[in-house]
């Protein structure tokens, strides 16, 4: 079973998941990227996963549908391309013989979903959409600020070795953010320059990990003293959890 992230358009990666005759995607807002992969490889798609309406994650669901023949799976909350399964946190699906666990995911969207898989057998696999990110998390569009710390929350108790598999590539501007907020962090150091070195060779720095995420994403941080600090000194007026949070997100939002 293989794993492999498709750019699309300026910064997106299409998640694809084959095992070298049956192919899934993820969040396809280009339906041509798909289609150039599976000529290439000669795959056969079954089933298309989708996290949120947003068009470049369901821009080429249509199309790819009506090619390939292939399932479409998205969130039941939200305005999707029609015909659909919908589900929900707590559900369950099957796709290449892989058991995949639905979460609700509400904050970037109001009806956000993700996809977690543990029984892929190098490492369990998440795809999230827009929540989290390398080293940051999606801007707060429809959803709480209180929402979306509780939805990084879920993922963040997720195993350590979980490959992260977010929809964008913002690690370095998310890195440079994070430095910000936390100067002395040793580890995310570290992770700036292996990345930085990633794309200057025109690499993905995706799939990342819950726990290296755990070590240098802020917005999995907010109860760090670290954290906590540098958000007060600049907004004084966030002292609870969820503020702390709100704060944070816009500092970045300005930054």
Not at 55 to 84: C, I, K, W
Not at 207 to 222: A, G, H, V, W, Y
Request: one cysteine or more; hydrophobic letters at 45%; aromatic letters at 6%.
């Amino acid at each position: 079973m293989q794993l492999i992230p498709l750019p699309a358009f300026t910064d997106n990666y299409i998640w694809m998941v084959h095992d070298e005759r049956r192919a899934l995607v993820v969040d396809p807002g280009d339906a041509q990227a798909v289609q150039e992969v599976l000529q290439r490889l000669g795959l056969q798609l079954d089933v298309i996963l989708v996290t949120h309406h947003h068009g470049d994650h369901t821009g080429g669901v249509a199309d790819l549908r009506a090619a390939t023949g292939a399932q479409v799976f998205g969130p039941a909350r939200e305005a999707m391309p029609e015909p659909l399964t919908r589900i929900k946190g707590g559900d369950k699906l099957k796709a290449l013989g892989l058991i995949f666990q639905v979460i609700d995911v509400p904050g970037h969207t109001a009806g956000h979903i993700a996809y977690f898989c543990a029984d892929m057998e190098t490492a369990p696999l998440l795809f999230c959409g827009d929540t989290l990110f390398s080293a940051g998390c999606g801007r707060l569009f429809e959803g709480s600020p209180a929402q979306m710390l509780a939805s990084l929350d879920t993922l963040a108790a997720l195993p350590g070795a979980t490959r992260v598999c977010c929809a964008h590539e913002y690690t370095l501007s998310n890195l440079k953010f994070a430095c910000a907020v936390e100067p002395h962090n040793q580890a995310l150091a570290d992770y700036l320059v292996s990345a930085t070195s990633l794309r200057l060779q025109q690499q993905p720095t995706l799939p990342s990990s819950i726990s290296l995420e755990q070590q240098i994403n802020p917005f999995l941080r907010t109860r760090q003293a670290t954290v906590i600090q540098a958000v007060q000194a600049v907004d004084a007026s966030a002292r609870d959890e969820v503020s702390i949070f709100a704060a944070l997100r816009q500092w970045k939002n300005q930054y």
